[in-house]
């Protein structure tokens, strides 16, 4: 899946290379983490930045948040996460469902 998303820098809109770690997870807060992380190296213009995410067969029907940290590339700092969660919506589970109809 391609996750589109912005990221600001002070209030303003970034620009440059940055650390992401994806993970996801079954709750908006605390929860179970499905799957591995995914860490990715993303240029960020103007704040805007797409990272393509596949977490492998982890989507079962069930809600799932997608949890983003980043950290500037090659800071070799602690990532920071970024607050709240991200609810994921149907096309994740629209991807289940097809693969669920074609095993049938």
Known sequence: ?????TLKNGGAPA????DFQFALFDSPVGGNEL???INCVEVVTNGSFTAELD???VFNGS???LQISVETNGLLGDYVV???RQALQAVPYAAY?????STR
């Open 82 to 84: 970024l607050t709240p």
């Open 1 to 5: 899946m391609a996750y589109q998303g």
């Open 15 to 18: 620009n440059g290379v940055y």
């Open 97 to 101: 469902a097809a693969d669920r109809k």
């Open 55 to 57: 977490f492998g067969p």
């Open 63 to 65: 809600p799932a948040w």
């Open 35 to 37: 799957g591995s992380p």
